[in-house]
């Protein structure tokens, strides 16, 4: 589970309750770190967004033109924002649902 995620000397490092390092990866692999939850981390690079576990091992990725601006991740979900519109996702980037904002 992860508990927290870190940015050390380039390396994002997600962190377990304890504050242990449970895996890390170097920040020009992974890109930006856009948020995380518990169970999954999101990264943006080179226009496209990707999900990640705990370990760095990638659970999808989408084109960022089609998703829009990252708002937030929260439980198993991810929410963007796009033409007034905000979409929630799964970690894997399934449609949950829309709605206008």
Known sequence: MIADV???YGWYQSLNESGEK???????ST????GFTDR???FYK???????????QKIAE???????????????????VKDGWATTY?????QIDQRQV
């Not at 799964?90 to 399934?94: A, P």
């Open 6 to 8: 870190i940015l050390h």
């Open 40 to 42: 999954f981390m999101v």
């Open 62 to 80: 989408k084109q960022g033109s089609s998703l829009g601006v990252f708002k937030s991740a929260a439980g198993p979900f991810m929410t963007f």
């Open 22 to 28: 449970i895996n890390e990866q170097s920040a020009s």
């Open 90 to 94: 799964s970690m894997g980037f399934e």
């Open 31 to 34: 890109g930006e770190l856009m």
């Open 46 to 56: 080179d226009g496209w967004f990707q999900t990640v576990d705990e370990a760095f």
